[in-house]
């Protein structure tokens, strides 16, 4: 059973950084892409960053030019960087992967969420 386990949030200042990290483990062939969704209270999830396997990247225009998304492939293992954070950027944070399964099908599979305040 493929498993995402997501780790890094908290409660930053306006103007902070943080870097948030999710690692897939179990059942698992090849991932294909890996992401980051958020979803503030009382409002849909929407994508953050999404990272495929070859290494292209896709931002929300929100977040560009102050969250990175990176993997480490060896490890199964997304990461977002997150600078000059806003009140706004204010969410739960979701990791979701792409990726085959050890019986080579085709899956989708979410984190249960980490929590990103930012408050003064």
């Known amino acids: 059973q493929v498993q995402l386990v997501e780790s890094g949030g908290g409660l930053v200042q306006p103007g902070g950084s943080l870097r948030l990290s999710c690692a897939a483990s179990g059942g698992i062939f090849r991932i294909n892409s890996m992401g980051w969704y958020r979803q503030a209270p009382g409002k849909q999830r929407e994508l953050v960053a999404v990272i495929a396997s070859g290494g292209s990247t896709n931002y929300a225009d929100s977040v560009k030019s102050r969250f990175t998304i990176s993997r480490d492939g060896a490890k199964n293992t997304v990461y977002l960087q997150m600078n000059s954070l806003k009140p706004e950027d204010t969410a739960v944070y979701y990791c979701?992967?792409?990726?085959?399964?050890?019986?080579?099908?085709?899956?989708?599979?979410w984190g249960l969420g980490t929590q990103v305040t930012v408050s003064s």
């Open positions: 979701n992967a792409d990726l085959n399964d050890q019986y080579r099908l085709l899956r989708n599979y």
